[in-house]
């Protein structure tokens, strides 16, 4: 399927755009008007490349890799035998094997909720480059929760092939800041208008040239705190071992986007080049490089659930 898919609910005016044939990426959630999302370029433009903007799955890892040969969960992979694998400026293999794929089952089970599946066993290029035969489930839901406008997206893993299955991917959702209140220094703006970072206690990991974690992160967990858009960010945090129900928001002078963490979110990425105009709050089920090191597995006959929520209101609106 070509054409997008458009989900839509009328408390709120709320629409989500997702594109199937480009990753299932939702590349548009408008809320009462205003564009949710940010694009690093025009519509038709970001379809035709690989780059990521709105809210894409990087799957089966989230950012880079430090080799394209490795094992995992006792078998070989090779990402050489995925021919469009994307690459970072350093050439390292990035954001998964799922951009720009389009061989989705879908099921739009209400005006306000899709669902798309892969199963990966039966696509021989996806089995080639990670050779680990799996159901993969993904759900987008519309809903409202008093003066939230709400998106509930979840993942899951069903081992479900004869073998474990390495867990180890993610979501790059890019929030849109409002544009006239975003500057590189702050000179001549009130600071509380100033788009913000809100995040949640963690530990912040040392990221080496490459963007790969050295092995070393801060020795005590950095306490809540707000970091201003635009000024630079581009850190891996790890998530305390009860992190269910942690919050990170983007905070605007006129709506507040906040990203709930429900389940199965070991990490975040916060990124937001100097200047920037966007903020990336990216949930992770592990570190940078982790399917290379270490993941995680979901053993074989059993299930992988991740979980995250977004809810939108005005700034001005109280939580409910």
């Given at each position: 399927?070509?054409?997008?898919?458009?989900?839509?609910?009328?408390?709120?005016?709320?629409?989500?755009t997702?594109?199937?044939?480009?990753?299932?990426?939702?590349?548009?959630?408008?809320?009462?008007?205003?564009?949710?999302?940010?694009?690093?370029?025009?519509?038709?433009?970001?379809?035709?490349?690989?780059?990521?903007?709105?809210?894409?799955l990087?799957?089966?890892y989230?950012?880079?890799?430090?080799?394209?040969?490795?094992?995992?969960?006792?078998?070989?992979?090779d990402?050489?035998?995925?021919?469009?694998?994307?690459?970072?400026?350093?050439?390292?293999?990035?954001?998964?094997?799922?951009?720009?794929?389009?061989?989705?089952?879908?099921?739009?089970?209400?005006?306000?909720?899709?669902?798309?599946?892969i199963?990966?066993?039966?696509?021989?290029?996806?089995?080639?480059?990670?050779?680990?035969?799996?159901?993969?489930?993904?759900?987008w839901?519309?809903?409202?929760?008093?003066?939230?406008?709400?998106?509930?997206v979840?993942?899951?893993?069903?081992?479900?092939?004869?073998c474990?299955?390495?867990?180890?991917?993610?979501?790059?959702?890019?929030?849109?800041?409002?544009?006239?209140?975003?500057?590189?220094?702050g000179?001549?703006?009130?600071?509380?208008?100033m788009?913000?970072?809100?995040?949640?206690?963690?530990?912040?990991w040392?990221?080496?040239?490459?963007?790969?974690?050295?092995?070393?992160?801060?020795?005590?967990?950095?306490?809540?705190?707000?970091?201003?858009?635009?000024?630079?960010q581009?850190?891996?945090?790890?998530?305390?071992?009860?992190?269910?129900?942690?919050i990170?928001?983007?905070?605007?002078?006129?709506?507040?986007?906040?990203?709930?963490?429900?389940?199965?979110?070991?990490?975040l990425?916060?990124?937001?080049?100097?200047?920037?105009?966007?903020a990336?709050?990216?949930?992770?089920?592990?570190?940078?490089?982790?399917?290379v090191?270490?993941?995680?597995?979901?053993?074989?006959?059993?299930?992988?659930?991740?979980?995250?929520?977004?809810?939108?209101?005005?700034?001005?609106a109280?939580?409910?």
């Amino acid at each position: 399927m070509n054409a997008p898919i458009v989900l839509e609910h009328p408390q709120h005016a709320q629409r989500l755009t997702v594109h199937p044939a480009a990753g299932c990426v939702a590349v548009s959630w408008v809320v009462s008007g205003r564009e949710c999302l940010a694009l690093p370029d025009a519509l038709p433009a970001f379809l035709a490349s690989a780059r990521t903007g709105g809210i894409p799955l990087l799957y089966p890892y989230a950012n880079r890799l430090s080799t394209d040969r490795f094992e995992a969960a006792g078998r070989k992979v090779d990402l050489t035998q995925f021919p469009d694998l994307k690459r970072d400026g350093n050439g390292l293999p990035i954001h998964g094997l799922l951009l720009r794929w389009s061989r989705w089952e879908l099921e739009q089970t209400s005006p306000s909720e899709l669902r798309a599946r892969i199963r990966w066993g039966e696509h021989a290029t996806l089995l080639q480059a990670f050779p680990f035969p799996h159901s993969l489930l993904v759900s987008w839901r519309l809903r409202a929760q008093d003066v939230n406008a709400v998106l509930d997206v979840e993942v899951q893993v069903q081992a479900d092939g004869g073998c474990d299955v390495p867990i180890a991917f993610g979501w790059h959702p890019y929030f849109a800041a409002e544009p006239h209140a975003v500057s590189a220094t702050g000179a001549g703006e009130d600071a509380h208008s100033m788009p913000s970072i809100d995040l949640p206690a963690a530990r912040q990991w040392v990221l080496g040239s490459t963007g790969l974690p050295s092995g070393r992160s801060a020795a005590d967990p950095l306490p809540p705190r707000s970091e201003r858009v635009g000024s630079g960010q581009d850190a891996l945090l790890e998530l305390p071992p009860q992190s269910a129900g942690a919050i990170a928001s983007l905070r605007c002078a006129e709506s507040t986007t906040e990203v709930h963490l429900r389940s199965g979110w070991r990490f975040l990425q916060v990124y937001s080049p100097l200047g920037a105009a966007f903020a990336a709050i990216e949930p992770m089920t592990a570190a940078t490089n982790a399917l290379v090191t270490d993941a995680p597995t979901v053993r074989s006959g059993s299930v992988f659930s991740a979980a995250f929520t977004l809810r939108h209101r005005p700034s001005d609106a109280r939580l409910r």
